[in-house]
């Protein structure tokens, strides 16, 4: 893989490319279904070598699941090499062994115990490489429940997630696997801790994240109000807002919209745009205070106006006026998204069956460069020779190994 990173000339063509920030780094992926693909996604797009692990000869199950789980597998391990290995065997333990000794971090999302069943724990493995860093990706930290199985929606029910993203007695999970993403998130803020510590020290870290902590810090804001609160804390679609106007409002052509005014300057500037003299000049809404007081009036008169107009008129009148807002968008809408487009935020990358597939970027800007498609997601085992080659073994081995179906 070229590990290289560069900006687009306006013609589209590359500029002077220069090396990934993460160039050089071996990273060993046993991730599977999103939290632990997307710790080694972001490494990856930042320019890290990942070998993914699968179990030979199928390989990582998502690759297979239908339904939203038809999504995982081709956002989440583009930029990745393959080695397809039977863990289960002595000598497929022994390859992956073997390949730690030359690693510098391991990202495992196996349910509680199973890495030091296969005999591949931290302390095990620690002994072979002392600077291995491990990033363990569970359902809970250590404590009362780190033996438990956990899921995205099992945490966020617990977590309160839920609570707060349905209506009363509804609870709801969020619309994207969040705490898996968030969770793999903090594992890739842990070993970057840990590279720059062992950069001073020679020596690994054990970083571990989990997703009923990530929850519960997603709910910090929450947690926060509560304590400040004599009363049990309302879901949002309550809409308890700091803000007056912060609602979804109907369109003339059947599209909706949503409209945040958090100040009195886009108040006065909505009352410009739109024409709305009278309200203006009504001193009973001048402060958003004021204004939240009087939602009872206030919306249902906005709620009018914008069923006069259609999405283009209103997007018109509102980027005039510097309002944030947005139409309620499906996710196929992002590909014909004009910002999107204009950017390149969207890659195209494609499956190993061929399938076309378009996912997003990396969101990040590294100065003023972005991280793109080095390689599509891989086949099963797309490496398993090459990789087995750089360890030392040689055709007649790797031959063997296939016929005992050790590695595929």
Not at 103 to 116: K, R, Y
Not at 167 to 189: C, E, K, W
Not at 314 to 328: C, E, H, M, N, Q
Not at 388 to 397: I, R, W
Request: aromatic share 8%.
């Amino acid at each position: 893989m070229d590990a290289t990173v560069s900006s687009p000339e306006p013609d589209g063509s590359p500029a002077d490319a220069a090396p990934l920030p993460l160039a050089g780094l071996r990273v060993l992926d046993f991730g599977h279904t999103v939290m632990g693909p997307c710790c080694g996604l972001v490494l990856a797009d930042l320019g890290a070598e990942i070998i993914k692990i699968e179990a030979a000869p199928d390989g990582d199950r998502t690759r297979t699941l239908k339904g939203f789980g038809m999504g995982y597998f081709g956002f989440l391990n583009r930029n990745k090499r393959s080695l397809a290995v039977d863990a289960k065997t002595p000598a497929g333990r022994a390859i992956l062994r073997r390949l730690v000794s030359g690693a510098d971090v391991l990202i495992e999302n196996f349910g509680p115990g199973a890495m030091q069943r296969l005999g591949l724990d931290y302390e095990r493995l620690r002994q072979i490489n002392p600077s291995l860093i491990y990033c363990e990706l569970k359902g809970f930290m250590d404590g009362p429940y780190q033996d438990r199985p956990a899921l995205d929606e099992v945490v966020q029910m617990m977590g309160g997630l839920a609570y707060m993203t349905g209506p009363p007695g509804t609870p709801l999970r969020a619309g994207t696997s969040v705490v898996d993403i968030v969770g793999g998130l903090f594992g890739v803020i842990g070993i970057m801790a840990a590279l720059r510590e062992r950069s001073m020290t020679g020596l690994g870290k054990h970083v571990k994240s989990a997703l009923f902590e990530s929850t519960v810090f997603l709910m910090g804001q929450h947690l926060s109000y509560a304590s400040q609160s004599a009363e049990p804390i309302p879901p949002m679609p309550v809409r308890v807002s700091a803000w007056a106007v912060y609602d979804v409002f109907d369109l003339a052509d059947g599209r909706k919209i949503f409209v945040g005014i958090t100040s009195d300057r886009h108040w006065y500037g909505f009352c410009a745009e739109f024409a709305l003299d009278e309200l203006a000049a009504d001193r009973t809404l001048a402060t958003n205070n004021q204004r939240i007081a009087a939602r009872a009036r206030l919306v249902p008169a906005l709620r009018t106006i914008f069923a006069g107009l259609d999405l283009a008129q209103a997007s018109d009148k509102l980027v005039r006026a510097g309002l944030p807002f947005s139409p309620i968008n499906r996710p196929e809408d992002l590909f014909a998204d004009h910002h999107l487009v204009a950017t390149g935020a969207i890659l195209e990358s494609r499956l190993p069956d061929g399938t076309e597939l378009r996912t997003p970027r990396l969101p990040l800007s590294y100065g003023g460069e972005s991280f793109g498609l080095r390689a599509d997601p891989p086949d099963v085992g797309a490496d398993t020779d090459a990789i087995l080659a750089e360890l030392g073994f040689d055709e007649k081995q790797i031959a063997e190994l296939r016929r005992e179906r050790i590695v595929a």
